[in-house]
């Protein structure tokens, strides 16, 4: 990765991370949020690169721990021609963990708090993917 993304990263984490405006679909539904607790991303031995958010251990081990996860996944992928993943949603009941690929062996993992809206998560780390994936 070039020393110059460093800037460029910690910025989109932060935008996935950063709280958005609640946003209702109707005047008596609750109020739409992203949640995000934490934003990571990781390299391919799961060492935090940058992030965002609640950056303790906690955080840090579910971000090791679903790389474990994703290379089991990807290997399961390969052996049945299933193609690359480049999402994974695990729920769980304090909230939701979406992981999303990047290149060259990285990725990004967003923890949830329980009131998130995960497919909003989801559009959001796909987004971050894209553009972390210009900058690696």
């Keep these: 990765m070039r020393a110059t993304s460093v800037l460029a990263l910690s910025a989109a984490c932060w935008l996935v991370a950063a709280p958005a405006p609640a946003q209702t679909i109707s005047p008596n539904s609750r109020p739409l949020a992203l949640s995000a607790e934490s934003v990571l991303l ?14 303790d251990e906690r955080q840090r081990l579910i971000g090791a721990y679903q790389g474990i996860t994703l290379g089991m996944v990807s290997r399961a992928a390969q052996r049945v021609g299933a193609g690359e993943v480049r999402a994974l949603v695990s ?3 304090g909230g939701a963990v ?5 290149r060259d062996g990285y990725y990004l993992v967003v923890s949830l708090g329980p009131n998130a809206v995960t497919a909003l998560a989801v559009r959001h780390a796909e987004e971050a993917r894209q553009a972390l994936n210009r900058e690696i």
Excluded: K
């Design 98 to 102: 979406v992981l999303t690929t990047l």
């Design 42 to 55: 990781l390299d391919t031995q799961g060492e935090v690169v940058v992030g965002a958010g609640q950056l």
């Design 91 to 93: 729920r769980h009941s």
